[in-house]
DNA sequence: GTCTATAGCAGGATAGAC
DNA sequence: GTCTATCCTGCTATAGAC
């Protein structure tokens, strides 16, 4: 697994993530990605094919197995408890998104990758919503089905879900307003507070009560 | 003012934003922005200097006097009202961005352009933070501060503004996710829900009971 | 598989006629 | 102010040597 850093058609992968998701597609050149990744002007053509099937190929093979570990971090967080209440499922997501187990600019390009895509879907977005959104949305709304008015149905099920996503994400990725309104730099102890409000106002929000009781 | 029609540099405006919001600054092209305003292909170049120039001129002349014209919107809404509550408000937030005063198209534009500048924020960012979304969302916390408990701080205050129009832009910019995962089209019906849901979700967020109580 | 070289085209910007 | 013509840079993609 060492490949990573040695083989070029990997390296490309992660420089061309990295490029992408911090200028957008159009405004990386395929120039800049093969020197990043220190190879051949060729490379992606040989690799890919093309500059936009790089761009797919970052999706398929990073950001899908990404989204994949965040998940799972947030079943391991949420292992040893004997009961997953909304407010726990929702402070191991907001943690997830906020630390989990990657590094900082890895999470940041993660979200920041999908949120041009929300904004302008591409083909990638199909991948997004069918591949990880669905489901994920499907089974967070089944965790806090139980904990709502009995008969609550799909569509409101999936609104509350949706609306405890947007939270996360929009205090990830829209970090510049947040900082700008708040005043305050994204240090630790920043972040922790921005997940108590998250996990406070979501769980009200679902009409629960203040619960503030997770680990 | 029919020069919005007749004068090239209006048109260059108009068009120009239509392009950046719905592609993104890069993938936009001056070729593309002065043909679809009818115009010569150095006309951007002889009015605003540049490209780069001409997408700060939309900001400056379309997208700010665009945002007063949302937020008029909302004061004259709750202009008839003896106490605006904050479901009040927070529908009449709501409201004005998924009916509001202007087309459906040019609504969805403002959004997205925002929203661009959000993710990668560029010199337009300072503009919109300085000039609207400060301004805009500290006169939203001081409009809910009266029902919050005594003595809450600036910064929760704020936590809590951001969660608000964080939620209002989600459904907003992110259609095409919201469409998905409810399989819902965005028509008169959907958006009248999706208020209902907003305005519930964040005033319980809140911490102030289930209060639908808006008009 | 990796390189160099280059084709072929689209991009932003400008000069200068009208 | 508006146009045409054009410069020149930078782009993606490919051909072909190694």
Redesign the pocket.
């Known amino acids: 697994m060492a490949a990573r850093e040695t083989d070029?058609?990997e390296r490309l992968l992660d420089e061309a993530e990295a490029l992408f998701a911090e200028n957008g597609y159009h405004a990386v050149?395929?120039?800049?990605i093969t020197a990043a990744a220190g190879?051949?002007?060729?490379?992606i053509?040989?690799h890919f094919g093309?500059?936009?099937n790089l761009y797919l190929e970052v999706f398929r093979t990073r950001w899908l197995a990404r989204a994949r570990v965040i998940q799972e971090r947030v079943y391991e967080t949420l292992q040893n408890k004997k009961e997953i209440t909304p407010p726990a499922l929702i402070r191991a997501l907001a943690e997830a998104f906020l630390f989990g187990p990657m590094s900082e600019k890895d999470r940041l390009r993660h979200v920041q990758l999908m949120q041009r895509e929300v904004i302008q879907p591409t083909e990638a977005f199909e991948m997004v919503m069918d591949e990880v959104m669905k489901p994920f949305l499907g089974a967070l709304g089944e965790r806090i089905r139980p904990y709502l008015p009995a008969g609550t149905d799909q569509e409101r099920l999936m609104l509350n879900a949706l609306s405890i996503i947007s939270l996360i994400l929009y205090f990830n990725f829209g970090r510049e307003s947040v900082k700008r309104i708040t005043g305050r730099a994204y240090d630790q102890a920043f972040r922790e507070e921005l997940i108590r409000h998250i996990v406070r106002f979501t769980t009200t929000g679902l009409g629960l009560g203040a619960g503030e009781n997770a680990s």
Do not use: D, I, Q, T
């Not at 050149?29 to 800049?32: A, K, L, Q």
């Not at 190879?39 to 490379?43: E, R, S």
């Open positions: 070029p058609k050149s395929v120039r800049e190879c051949n002007l060729a490379a053509n040989y093309n500059k936009r």
